[in-house]
């Protein structure tokens, strides 16, 4: 079936430091791609997406290209503020009957440290 | 603009007492509306989805149920919570294209069961 892994946190990371989180998928078909965050206590946002191959997504300096050919969908963001410390969680869609699962990895805790 | 409105934040509750969770969203019709809860350790499981009124598709056999009585409210029930039951709630709403342009999530409802 369809799955998403992402790379093991918590991630620890210095104000202003490049950030990759790495996301491969395994899927049938052209699944859909998402990267969402979640601050602490809080439900998650939609960060960005990616609905076709070779796509980019970005949002609030972060950014991820849909790669068919190695399956991949890593987050990056060149320099990374306290503020980003959060959850940050990879997606993929799914059909079931008329509606679309969304089949999450297990998330990946980023902390930076000023 | 949509919004989804999600009630109540918090909730402790006794072992074998009931639940009502309700989520409303506003804004859109006709949406895809999703349950999924997060335990502890990160990961979403997704319980129940619905692509219309009275329509329910249970994604993992449990104890609790989910109902659709207006195009616009999901409630998710049950008659006698467990202590497994404590999580994060989260509800989502997605157009109904299959989610394939993303969820939109709720704040979420954290339900300790003692």
């Known amino acids: 079936g369809n799955s998403v892994t992402q790379m093991e946190g918590p991630v620890t990371l210095s104000e202003e430091a490049f950030l990759t989180i790495n996301c491969t998928y395994t899927?049938?078909?052209?699944?859909?791609l998402f990267w969402y965050v979640q601050y602490p206590g809080e439900g998650l946002q939609l960060l960005l997406k990616?609905?076709?191959?070779?796509d980019k997504g970005s949002n609030k300096g972060f950014e991820a290209t849909y790669r068919k050919e190695t399956t991949s969908f890593h987050l990056e963001k060149g320099s990374v503020q306290v503020s980003d410390s959060a959850v940050y969680f990879c997606?993929?869609?799914?059909?079931?009957?008329?509606?679309?699962?969304?089949?999450f990895g297990q998330g990946t805790e980023l902390s930076v440290k000023p | 603009s949509q919004t989804i409105h999600q009630w109540p934040a918090t909730l402790v509750q006794p072992v074998g007492s009931p639940l009502s969770l309700e989520c409303t969203v506003e804004?859109?019709?006709?949406?895809?509306l999703y349950w999924y809860r997060q335990a502890a350790g990160r990961g979403l499981q997704l319980l129940f989805y619905?692509?219309?009124?009275?329509?329910i598709s249970s994604e993992v056999p449990q104890n609790l149920s989910a109902s659709r009585p207006q195009d616009r409210q999901f409630i998710l029930s049950s008659k006698k919570l467990l202590l497994s039951d404590s999580g994060f709630y989260l509800c989502?709403?997605?157009?109904?294209?299959?989610?394939?342009?993303?969820?939109?999530f709720g704040s979420g409802t954290r339900l300790t069961v003692v």
């Open positions: 989502a709403w997605s157009v109904s294209n299959h989610g394939l342009g993303g969820y939109t």
């Open positions: 899927a049938t078909g052209y699944p859909s």
């Open positions: 990616a609905t076709k191959a070779d």
């Open positions: 997606a993929l869609t799914q059909r079931i009957g008329q509606g679309g699962k969304l089949i």
């Open positions: 804004g859109t019709s006709n949406p895809n």
């Open positions: 619905s692509v219309g009124i009275g329509q």
